[in-house]
């Protein structure tokens, strides 16, 4: 690794305000375009547009729940602007549409009796989603929240009578838990928890009568309660244990809740909780990942739980009597997303799937046969997906040591064998940071690969989801920097590679992984064609102090709190805008201008100083987004733009800073 001579933030600023004010003079090209605004983006070719729009008119479909009586599933998927609930009565039938928003909808809950559903939904990607009660029977729609606050995780109990949310509306920084009797039209949201943080309601047992409710911490802790809905009483499971807890339902007769931790190892294994003597069995010690989603049969006598396996998703179905589980046959590899039991028949369960060649589609599984069925088949754009990449899993070494070999990073590499000769290189680096790259579909990854002819290699660098408890917390606080470290270690990864062209690479991702391409060009510009920074963190210290107040201390748990000296020192010494001198390759940036996690100022002040430095920095700014593009026509003119960049940084006979 380079070494890194940093300065201050306000050092910066002070030494950089004559140039500021001196580039300040120099035209930046600049037009709007609807709701997006692009500063130094060239006009975007016709033969472009053409060429990509297949890829941007490739759909996806995912299973919200069943529909009561014999209507069927109930989904989410996009026929126009942005993604709306549908209703499909069965196998490849028509999708009915049943909202019709400018802004997506893609969060809803079934009333498991009457025909009612609760929907969220917010403005221009603020994140301020309110909770809409719709009747299936008029089609008519009402807001039951304030209109202002955030709210989410909206569910009916099993009688659908009542409604458990959370809510920051008590305070703006605070997420407390409330209920509502929605049987009762005056009835009004009750606030049941109000203990400070950010707490959700998990689930209802069947009577009714407890709530199961989380309080995060971080991603790697946070704690399971128990509220007594008459008594007024809320008790913690697992109390002095430091954990993070995945999966939890209660059972049928309300005994014992089947719950996932990591506890006592570096996933999270199912137990089997007992609620009278607070006793947990184990139930999958010998499977090494985490169990991550698990969900009851409607009869109780199954449970089927999800468990992610180096990134590729199993279904596993256990016998709530004797315990003993089994996988599912017959299953794509690939991601499994939402999966619901129908609430008549047990052996059916609906699921959400999607791979590297299929970009999400709504299956169900017949317990009792084994078989599955597709319910919807989305369309592709007239791309044959057999043409598409399969991602190949690698792992590279990095700086440090694990049990005395180096440690190694996964990461998955797209290339397409239709091109020949030493490939160009995109580095995407996913967001979070506790996330992790799992190789769904990407309409993007795949013309990268296979009609520009780039190779595209996902890393899951230290601070990842999915790899065991103390994997996750590898880059935490002063250990920030390591993670930029094994970006370092992929290059000298790539440079060992016959087929890859070391020489052009550039490094790319979203949110922290816009952090990751900052910090990246910062620290290895000289080894980088370009980097394309999306929704990205360019300073932590103003990052932390804008962000919406109810994400600040999540936040702080993972980089560090700035408001402690020691730590704030760090945070403005590895920042990138600190260090936007070492920048000297090609920069684009991307941003929502209403995001509330990463604020749009954080775009402006890196394209500002990199423009200072005689980089002319492309800038995409969507006006009606938050945090990413989910509107289909800011989707398209992301990949264009983006597509552009990569032609000119890795294509062009000579690159330069100026793209």
Known sequence: MQSLKSISFL????????????????EVSRREVGNLVMENIPEIPASLKERLNQYENIRSASVLGWLPGDQGLLISTRFAEAAQLHSVKGPLQYRKQLTFFDEPVGVANVNPVTPHLLFLKDKGGNENSQIYLMDLGTGRSKMLTDGESRNESAMWDHQGRLMAFASTKRNGRDTDIYVQDLSQPEAKAELVVQEGGTWEPMEFNWDATQLLVAKSVSANENYLYLYDIKAKKLEQLFPGLKTAFGAATFSKDGRQIFLSNDGQGEFKTLYSYTIANKNAKPITADINWDVDAARLSPDGRSLAFETNEGGISKIYLMDTKNLAYKELKGLPIGQIGSFFFHPQKPNLLAMTLSSAKSSGDVFVYDLKSNKMQAWTESETGGLNNQNFV???????????QLNNQPRLIPAFVYKSKNHKGKLPVVISIHGGPEAQFRPGFSANFQYYAT???VAVIAPNVRGSAGYGKTYLTLDNGFKREDSVKDIGALLDWIATQPDLDASKVVVMG?????????????????RLAGGIDTVGISHFISFLTNTKSYRQDLRRVEYGDERVAEMKTFLDKISPLTNVNKIKKPLFVVQGLNDPRVPASEAEQIVKAVRANGNDGWYLLAKDEGHGFRKKANQSVYLQTTVMFLEKVLFSPKTTSNP
Request: one cysteine or more; charged letters at 15%; aromatic letters at 12%.
């Open 11 to 26: 050092a910066l600023v002070a030494l950089c305000a004559p140039t500021m004010q001196a580039a300040s003079t120099k």
């Open 390 to 400: 399969d991602p190949e899993l690698i792992s590279y070494p990095t700086f440090d």
């Open 451 to 453: 009609e520009l002819g």
């Open 510 to 526: 979203g949110s922290y992984g816009g952090y990751m391409t900052l910090a990246s060009m910062t620290y290895y510009s000289d």
